[in-house]
């Protein structure tokens, strides 16, 4: 099992950038894909981007070439590494761990067994 708290959410403005940091308060992440996602209110959550155990990575059209994920087994902690934010970027932004399996979807929130609470981000324009 294990415990994710994230950090790094504030309120900032278009073109500015944040660095989320995801940590495991229990556990170690160097077991799992991880994952972040976003939730704007009213709508569904949505995958942002993931890194394998084996350091591969993925993201969303709307986030490539602005958001970076990386991971640091040695600190625990996952980081989403975000520029050029725009107004669409507000949400809240959760980290996620998912156990690698056969047939895992990164991309799909069900897929993945662990939350944390969410870190707000505020993009103003």
């Known amino acids: 099992q294990v415990q994710l708290v994230e950090s790094g959410g504030g309120l900032v403005q278009t073109g500015d950038s944040l660095r989320l940091s995801c940590a495991a308060s229990?556990?170690?992440?160097?077991?799992?894909?991880m994952g972040w996602f976003c939730q704007a209110p009213g709508k569904q959550r949505e995958f942002v981007a993931a890194?394998?155990?084996?350091?591969?990575?993925y993201s969303a059209d709307s986030v490539k070439g602005r958001f970076t994920i990386s991971r640091d087994n040695a600190k625990n902690t996952i980081y989403l590494q975000m520029n050029s934010l725009n107004p669409e970027d507000t949400a809240v932004y959760y980290c996620?761990?998912?156990?690698?399996?056969?047939?895992?979807?990164?991309?799909?929130?069900?897929?993945?067994?662990?939350w944390g609470q969410g870190t707000q981000v505020t993009v103003s324009s």
């Open positions: 890194i394998r155990l084996s350091g591969s990575t």
């Open positions: 996620a761990a998912l156990t690698p399996s056969f047939g895992n979807d990164l991309l799909r929130p069900s897929d993945y067994r662990y």
């Open positions: 229990s556990g170690t992440l160097s077991s799992y894909h």
